[in-house]
């Protein structure tokens, strides 16, 4: 049968004999950016503090970031929430963080509308606005920007980086993690990291690698088509993991410790211009001592500590230099917005005298120093999970006081650099305006010359709250267009404005000087007290670092800022107002499924957040392995959770059936049958029944009786004086294998089971199976 090719405009034969006309369809024109339309590039660190950048003044070396200092523009009045969540979803969203559910972070969502860790949709993301212009989409890093119970393979997905906006992401959801063997996710699944430390992977030259591959994925196709990319690494956020020979460059250069480091960062800041000439360095804090009270071991492991950190940044700094070559031989660097920022202040978790692992922080059990110092040559590798001391934290943030969840300026300000060659006149210039992280959507979309959308994906829209800077761009007295900004993290309260600058400690200035502890809830009678009695205030125009507090002779302009701050708290839900933070951790929140006493897990499935798995600790369970196994043995990880740095395991190692509890890597608990296991199937089982009541405040959970079975018959049995109290950090649960740094040195990860693995059964009905000898023993004594 010939073919009859019919061109636009022609007629062909039609029905009954009428004739048609063919005309071209008429396609939907498909979003495109405008010409020329800039490329944005968000870098966010993590719990990097105002005076960590070498550009800031820190003897840390940073090349790259001063180099886009130097190009660009610093500014050194940015403010963010003094917390991580918050201020993600503020940097994403250009909304107060109350606004966006995101009151703590994503770990401690409560049921009150500001603090439920669910963004809403009506409060779009930059990655959707954009994406409504033409524009590729990509996340690299640190999500953290929802409650942790979203994050397991069950979803729901919409609040993922592709769910809101982003068309590729790889990184990792929770708050930190392992930089050596990360949690990775790629799009919507889980993956493994390509390399082992061994062979050189990092975590953050994986994403400067990716986010150089997905650049050029979609430039080969459309290399006119911009992206933004929002890049956020894990660092500097604990765990401290660099190479060693990053580390080394800093050998002894922080011998002379924290005090002289802010000395040093502050003359240098300064010099250079980044804080005004007569500001004043604060004082030294109560809860830091003084370097020369320190025993000369522990100021040696202090020092090492920093070594890593300050290796820690140098090495993301150059993982970033790496990203920007790549821009500027591709020529894209010129016509990129870049905005560098860090999520709140230097970090304190590692507490006074710093840890090798920062499990030891959340669980209330810090290691001695003597153990310490045993580790001292492993910090910043793969087994350590290691976190400075807080005197580096309060030197990081010179010349602020205090520190990360704390809304004085050392939580809430931090660099801010801007680099946009191809837009920005302006060369190496600091500015003075200023600014906080909801200002930066609404720049963005400032230089683009797009308006918010009203509705994306169907959703009406709420208002930005921030404003756009870009009118100081080139314009060094451009006047503060941000004029009133209020602050709330965990309690402790303050509000910007016009110059003006009130804070409300909580629990107190510092911990020496608080007569409650960190993390008590705030009764109504101490919220009283506190609006009366405990409200600070700085002229902040005169006064930089807040080292004068002048309420005394400014009553009526501290009523006058209390009275705003509640103005402001009633705008964006911040009421009522949690001082609490171990409750909010423990709190039972809603999950995809009705609460069980029982799962059922598989091999070869992935990793389970501990938000969604089984939770064991200081209860009555046990777990019940149905496996294979072939006449010439078997082993391997039957179920594990955690790592190195804390956690447990079920596993079969040299035929033999061994559980291990690993107490915040300060002790190793096993339970080890004496014989191998059978060739053939076995139901292989661990029993733990509590012997006692859990000391938490301590760092003490239950202590109990550990059981091995195999097939019924109990074959060994030991007692574990103490567990974990609170969590597991990394915590995920892995069936058939142990990913990222092993549980135990006996075995190296991921050890997969290499038998027939069925299925475990986790049970936590508190139901215990008896020995099958000692029942038929007891029954025959009673008889």
């Known amino acids: 049968m010939p073919v009859i090719e019919y061109q636009p405009g022609t007629a062909f034969p039609g029905v009954m004999g009428r004739t048609t006309e063919v005309s071209s369809p008429a396609w939907p024109e498909p979003a495109r950016a405008v010409p020329g339309a800039p490329n944005v590039l968000l870098i966010v660190l993590d719990d990097?503090?105002?005076?960590?950048?070498?550009?800031?003044?820190?003897?840390?070396?940073?090349?790259?970031?001063?180099?886009?200092?130097?190009?660009?523009?610093?500014?050194?009045?940015?403010?963010?929430?003094?917390?991580?969540?918050?201020?993600?979803?503020?940097?994403?969203?250009?909304?107060?963080?109350?606004?966006?559910?995101?009151?703590?972070?994503?770990?401690?969502?409560?049921?009150?509308?500001?603090?439920?860790?669910?963004?809403?949709?009506?409060?779009?993301?930059?990655?959707?606005?954009?994406?409504?212009?033409?524009?590729?989409?990509?996340?690299?890093?640190?999500?953290?920007?929802?409650?942790?119970?979203?994050e397991s393979p069950a979803g729901p997905h919409d609040r993922w980086p592709l769910g809101r906006g982003f068309e590729r992401f790889y990184g990792f959801l929770g708050g930190d993690t392992n930089q050596w063997y990360p949690e990775l996710v790629y799009d919507n699944h889980q993956v493994e990291p390509p390399a082992s430390p061994e062979e050189g992977y990092h975590l953050t030259s994986d994403l400067a690698d990716k986010a150089m591959a997905f650049i050029s994925d979609a430039k080969q196709v459309a290399p006119d088509k911009p992206f933004f990319m929002d890049f956020s690494t894990g660092a500097t956020h604990a765990p401290h993991h660099v190479p060693p020979e990053w580390a080394d460059r800093y050998r002894g250069r922080f011998?002379?410790?924290?005090?002289?480091?802010?000395?040093?960062?502050?003359?240098?800041?300064q010099r250079l211009g980044v804080v005004p000439a007569d500001a004043v360095l604060s004082e030294h804090d109560p809860d830091v001592p003084a370097w020369d009270s320190l025993s000369p071991q522990a100021r040696r492991l202090a020092a090492r500590m920093m070594e890593v950190y300050a290796g820690f940044l140098s090495h993301t700094d150059h993982e970033i230099g790496r990203l920007l070559e790549f821009l500027k031989t591709t020529g894209e660097l010129d016509?990129?917005?870049?905005?560098?920022?860090?999520?709140?202040?230097?970090?304190?978790?590692?507490?006074?005298?710093?840890?090798?692992?920062?499990?030891?922080?959340?669980?209330?059990?810090?290691?001695?120093?003597?153990?310490?110092?045993?580790?001292?040559?492993?910090?910043?590798?793969?087994?350590?999970?290691?976190?400075?001391?807080?005197?580096?934290?309060?030197?990081?943030?010179?010349?602020?006081?205090?520190?990360?969840?704390?809304?004085?300026?050392?939580?809430?300000?931090?660099?801010?650099?801007?680099?946009?060659?191809?837009?920005?006149?302006?060369?190496?210039?600091?500015?003075?305006?200023?600014?906080?992280?909801?200002?930066?959507?609404?720049?963005?979309?400032?230089?683009?010359?797009?308006?918010?959308?009203?509705?994306?994906?169907?959703?009406?829209?709420?208002?930005?709250?921030?404003?756009?800077?870009?009118h100081s761009f080139d314009d060094a007295s451009a006047p503060t267009l941000h004029r009133t900004q209020y602050f709330e993290i965990l309690g402790h309260r303050a509000i910007d404005h016009d110059g003006w600058r009130a804070v409300c400690p909580w629990p107190g200035p510092s911990y020496a000087e608080a007569d409650q502890p960190f993390g008590t809830p705030i009764t109504a009678e101490k919220l009283t007290d506190l609006d009366v009695n405990h409200w600070e205030l700085y002229h902040v125009d005169e006064d930089f670092a807040e080292t004068q507090d002048v309420v005394a002779d400014h009553r009526d302009k501290m009523l006058e800022m209390v009275s705003l701050w509640y103005v402001e708290a009633g705008k964006y839900n911040v009421l009522p107002i949690d001082g609490s933070t171990l409750a909010r951790m423990m709190t039972e929140r809603p999950q995809i499924t009705k609460e069980r006493t029982n799962y059922t897990f598989r091999a070869g499935t992935a990793s389970l957040p501990a938000s969604v798995a089984p939770r064991v600790l200081n209860r009555p369970h046990s777990i019940t392995a149905d496996v294979e196994i072939p006449a010439d043995g078997a082993e391997g990880v039957l179920i594990s959770q955690g790592t190195r740095a804390g956690g447990w395991s079920f596993y079969i190692r040299d035929g033999k059936l061994h559980y291990v509890h690993n107490y915040v890597c300060r002790a190793f608990y096993t339970v080890d049958s004496p014989d191998p296991v059978p060739a053939g199937r076995h139901e292989l089982r661990f029993e733990f029944e509590p012997t006692g009541e859990p000391d938490i405040?301590?760092?003490?959970?239950?202590?109990?009786?550990?059981?091995?079975?195999?097939?019924?018959?109990?074959?060994?049995?030991?007692?574990?004086?103490?567990?974990?109290?609170?969590?597991?950090?990394?915590?995920?649960?892995?069936?058939?294998?142990?990913?990222?740094?092993?549980?135990?040195?006996?075995?190296?990860?991921?050890?997969?089971?290499?038998?027939?693995?069925?299925?475990v059964t986790v049970d936590l009905s508190g139901k215990l199976i008896r020995d099958a000898d000692s029942e038929m023993r007891m029954h025959l004594a009673r008889q």
């Open 697 to 759: 405040a301590a760092g003490k959970g239950t202590p109990g009786r550990a059981e091995l079975y195999i097939d019924s018959h109990r074959v060994a049995e030991a007692e574990f004086p103490v567990t974990t109290p609170v969590m597991f950090n990394p915590g995920g649960m892995t069936c058939g294998a142990n990913p990222g740094p092993s549980v135990t040195a006996e075995y190296r990860s991921p050890f997969r089971f290499t038998g027939t693995l069925h299925s």
């Open 48 to 150: 990097t503090g105002f005076g960590q950048f070498g550009c800031y003044g820190s003897p840390i070396r940073t090349p790259n970031l001063d180099a886009l200092a130097a190009g660009g523009l610093l500014y050194n009045n940015m403010h963010t929430t003094a917390l991580c969540s918050p201020s993600r979803s503020c940097i994403i969203t250009g909304r107060n963080h109350h606004a966006n559910g995101m009151a703590a972070v994503a770990e401690m969502a409560t049921g009150y509308p500001g603090y439920n860790g669910n963004i809403p949709f009506e409060n779009g993301f930059l990655s959707e606005m954009l994406l409504l212009h033409g524009y590729n989409t990509y996340m690299l890093g640190k999500w953290h920007l929802m409650p942790s119970e979203q």
């Open 255 to 269: 011998d002379e410790g924290w005090d002289a480091y802010r000395e040093v960062t502050f003359a240098n800041q």
């Open 335 to 470: 016509n990129t917005l870049v905005m560098v920022v860090s999520d709140n202040g230097a970090s304190a978790e590692g507490g006074v005298t710093g840890t090798t692992n920062e499990a030891q922080f959340y669980n209330n059990a810090p290691e001695p120093i003597e153990d310490s110092l045993k580790a001292i040559d492993g910090l910043g590798g793969p087994t350590m999970f290691n976190h400075y001391p807080w005197g580096w934290t309060w030197a990081g943030n010179t010349p602020f006081r205090r520190w990360k969840r704390e809304t004085y300026r050392g939580g809430a300000s931090d660099p801010f650099l801007v680099h946009w060659p191809r837009g920005i006149k302006a060369r190496g210039e600091v500015r003075t305006q200023y600014a906080h992280l909801i200002d930066m959507v609404p720049t963005v979309l400032d230089v683009l010359g797009i308006e918010p959308p009203g509705t994306i994906k169907g959703v009406t829209q709420s208002p930005l709250h921030g404003v756009s800077f870009a």
